[in-house]
Nanobody
Framework: QVQLVESGGGLVQAGGSLRLSCAASGRFLSINYMAWYRQAPGKQRELVARINTGGSTTYADSVKGRFIISRDNAKTTEYLQMNSLEPEDTAVYYC???????????????WGKGTLVTVSS
């Protein structure tokens, strides 16, 4: 069974930094892309950043220049380095990965349970 496990959330003051991690484990053949989404109270879930197999990245306009998405050499763990955090970044951050498995050869989206990031002013 595939699992995505996030870590690294917490409470930080505005202007501070946090790094989130997400490790994919289980029986999968490959990873097409990994991404971070977030959902603030009363708002819809939104894409924060995505990194694909080739290493190209996409960022939401609101985090460009402040957040950096990366992955390890094995390409099964992704990171989100969050700098210059603002109270508006407060949200539950979810790891997302599009994984190819024996059951889903075209790939399927998997989600972590989420980790809370709170930025105080």
């Amino acid at each position: 069974q595939v699992q995505l496990v996030e870590s690294g959330g917490g409470l930080v003051q505005a202007g501070g930094s946090l790094r989130l991690s997400c490790a994919a484990s289980g029986r999968f053949l490959s990873i097409n892309y990994m991404a971070w989404y977030r959902q603030a109270p009363g708002k819809q879930r939104e894409l924060v950043a995505r990194i694909n197999t080739g290493g190209s990245t996409t960022y939401a306009d609101s985090v460009k220049g402040r957040f950096i998405i990366s992955r390890d050499n094995a390409k099964t763990t992704e990171y989100l380095q969050m700098n210059s955090l603002e109270p508006e970044d407060t949200a539950v951050y979810y790891c997302n990965a599009h994984l190819v498995t024996v059951e889903y050869l075209r790939g399927k989206d998997y989600w972590g349970k989420g980790t809370l990031v709170t930025v105080s002013s």
